[in-house]
């Protein structure tokens, strides 16, 4: 019987690990307003947003993209911040729900969610009001069915989905039509 060489006749012999990566400094530009955070490579931009930069409006609830509590945008775009590393962010602009207000006037929607009582008790509005945003950046929805199905990625376990098309509806309704009849 031969013996064996190579990687399996090394298999005895205890490698040590490679040591974590190093944190990195990455800047962010959040609701306008630049920031440089030191994080670990592997941070999300969920947990630099509440745990770097105190900003706790948004939400973590399922830590796995399947709930939209922790929906932001990016580049106007709605993305899962859970998801996403805050280093895939950086030199682009993300919006929270702290930022859609300007001063003390409420963003529209905002508004809106108030005003249709499109929430109870409140852990999943700062994402679907961000997600709300992009739905109508987007302007893919013209009927209540397509905002159901355009904002089924974030949960409301309270169940104040009829509430929160009311809202969206609200502000679609009171935007000018765009060109191809759609919401601009």
């Known amino acids: 019987m031969s013996q064996p060489t190579g990687p399996a006749s090394r298999s005895h012999a205890r490698k040590q690990p490679a040591p974590p990566p190093e944190p990195m400094d990455v800047t962010l530009t959040i609701n306008g307003s630049r920031k440089t955070l030191r994080v670990a490579p592997w941070t999300s931009l969920l947990d630099a947003l509440r745990l770097h930069l105190d900003l706790t409006g948004t939400k973590k609830g399922c830590d796995h993209g399947q709930c939209g509590a922790c929906t932001v945008l990016v580049d106007g775009r709605r993305i899962n911040a859970c998801l996403t590393l805050a280093v895939m962010t950086e030199g682009r602009a993300v919006t929270t729900i702290e930022g859609l207000a300007d001063g003390e006037a409420l963003h529209p929607l905002q508004e809106a969610f108030?005003?249709?009582?499109?929430?109870?008790?409140?852990?999943?509005?700062?994402?679907?009001?961000?997600?709300?945003?992009?739905l109508l950046e987007e302007g893919q929805a013209r009927t209540d069915d397509d905002i159901r199905e355009l904002m089924s990625g974030n949960l409301c376990r309270c169940g104040a989905y009829p509430n929160i098309v009311a809202a969206i509806r609200q502000v679609m309704d009171s935007q000018p039509a765009s060109q191809d009849g759609g919401t601009p």
């Open 114 to 134: 108030v005003e249709q009582d499109a929430f109870q008790c409140g852990y999943c509005t700062p994402g679907q009001i961000c997600s709300a945003v992009g």
